[in-house]
């Protein structure tokens, strides 16, 4: 055999390996569908936790009498929770595993707000980590599908069912996910941590089939693995370090702008707005609650499609626009002009921002969170990516009503201009990360090893 002949059977064979290993990233298996939904099946009392206060509303506030301030309190104690999760849910996904009257009213509200702390980063990252790199967003966009219908339920539900007989539905999917997780695979990038190089192999093969050459991936997350420090001597200064910067504000600043943006207020607190417009409540609910699934089904299927950036740049522009007319809606009422027409014109508008809000910066953050940080930091920069998220919810879920009593319009121009503040911020800042495997984005926002660059 000639030199030629031996270096076109060489390249021949690289390329078939690279084909074998394209085709392996690309399988979609049952394992990977089944972890997924075990997953998100406590996104959907996340969702019900979110939307709650705005289903149960009246039937609380008269069954307990509770004040404005009171109630106020009541639906902040879920965002205060999940902060207080928050702290704790990087150190809890490193030892455990990506897989875990008035008085007791407040501390139901508190205890489900920690849980849902603790599951809003372990979720998106534990699916982020399983799923092939070409719907990785997809999936893990699946996370907000089963908040929304959670939401959904608390909306639709509210019109006839008791606010007790929605806690307790709202509680069941959670039991299914205990079930669940002694049937599910561990993260193979925890595992390369943790675990043995056997362990890893055989969580890999179950995720991407037993006949799939898995060699390649497996090699490119050990070497990762092995190139940054362990998540057990990472420290919280290290995060500010120089070439971890970006990622952090990116991490941060999106969580601010989805919260900052109105979107716990809206959600939360749809039944006050409709109120105060002069729109049905129980109508609107309903409305709402039938649309929160669908809207939700179009950022499932854009996210691998269009990519990150330009959902989230349509989803903040639709936010801005909607809240700027909401304020001049209710600017108009305040003056008496067109009084018919604002219910009508509130709805729309209302129902525009929630489903702009679902497109992109409702889940996009999270799934973006899960991508861009490296293993050695992602305990200490996911704790604080997600401390911040519910810290920033907890307070503009209490602070709403009061501003909403301050300044119905000028309540919504403020959540406006932040969105638009936004559109500057991911223009700017936030990176694509559709298509590219986890160790690719970090290595991108990073710096590349030598090791990875010449794999």
């Known amino acids: 055999m000639t030199v030629v002949e031996e270096e076109r059977s060489m390249e021949e064979g690289l390329l078939k390996l690279k084909n074998q290993n394209d085709a392996s990233d690309c399988r979609i298996t049952a394992c990977v569908i089944l972890s997924t939904f075990v997953a998100v099946c406590a996104s959907f009392s996340f969702g019900v936790a979110v939307g709650y206060t705005s289903g149960a509303e009246i039937g609380i506030m008269q069954d307990m009498g509770l004040s404005i301030a009171e109630f106020s309190a009541f639906g902040s104690f879920s965002t205060l929770g999940a902060a207080v999760g928050a702290l704790f849910s990087g150190k809890m996904a490193i030892m455990l595993g990506r897989r875990g009257d008035v008085l007791w009213l407040d501390f139901g509200r508190l205890s489900s707000g920690i849980g849902i702390g603790l599951i809003s980063y372990v979720v998106p990252v534990y699916i982020a980590e399983i799923a092939p790199k070409h719907v990785r967003g997809t999936f893990t966009f699946s996370n907000q599908l089963l908040q929304n219908a959670g939401v959904a339920m608390v909306y639709f539900g509210g019109n006839f069912l008791n606010w007790r007989m929605m806690a307790l539905l709202g509680g069941l999917p959670c039991a299914i996910q205990a079930v669940g997780l002694f049937f599910v695979p561990e993260s193979p990038r925890w595992l390369a941590k943790v675990g043995t190089e056997k362990e890893l192999e055989n969580s890999l093969l179950r995720l991407r089939g037993r006949d799939a050459d898995i060699s390649h991936e497996a090699s490119e997350i050990q070497v990762m693995t092995r190139i940054v420090a362990s998540d057990s001597k990472s420290s919280f200064s290290d995060l500010f370090q120089k070439k ?101 014109f509130t709805f729309i508008c209302v129902t525009l921002y929630i489903a702009t809000y679902a497109i992109g910066v409702g889940g996009l953050p999270w799934v973006i969170m899960s991508e861009i940080f490296p293993i050695n930091i992602k305990v200490t920069a996911g704790s604080l990516v997600t401390l911040a998220s519910w810290s920033s919810s907890s307070i503009v879920t209490y602070a709403f009503n009061f501003l909403f009593e301050w300044s119905t319009q000028g309540t919504f121009y403020i959540f406006g201009a932040i969105g638009g503040g936004a559109l500057l911020f991911i223009w700017l800042l936030v990176p694509e990360t559709k298509g590219l495997s986890l160790e690719e984005i970090q290595i991108s926002l990073t710096g590349q090893p030598d090791e990875i660059s010449h794999m």
């Not at 990116?250 to 006050?272: K, N």
């Not at 707005?273 to 729109?279: E, L």
């Not at 089904?297 to 909401?326: E, F, H, N, Q, Y």
């Open 244 to 344: 971890y910067r970006h990622t952090l504000v990116v991490g941060i600043g999106l969580m601010l702008i989805q919260q900052f943006s109105g979107s716990a207020a809206v959600i939360s607190y749809a039944s006050t707005i409709f109120r105060k417009a002069g729109f049905s409540v129980a109508i609107g609910s309903t409305m709402l609650g039938l649309f929160m699934i669908p809207k939700a089904m179009i950022g499932l299927i854009l996210v691998d499609k269009w990519g990150r950036r330009p959902l989230l740049l349509t989803s903040a522009c639709g936010m801005s626009i909607t809240c700027m007319l909401l304020g001049i809606v209710f600017a108009l009422q305040k003056m008496q002009l067109l009084p018919e027409l604002t219910p009508v």
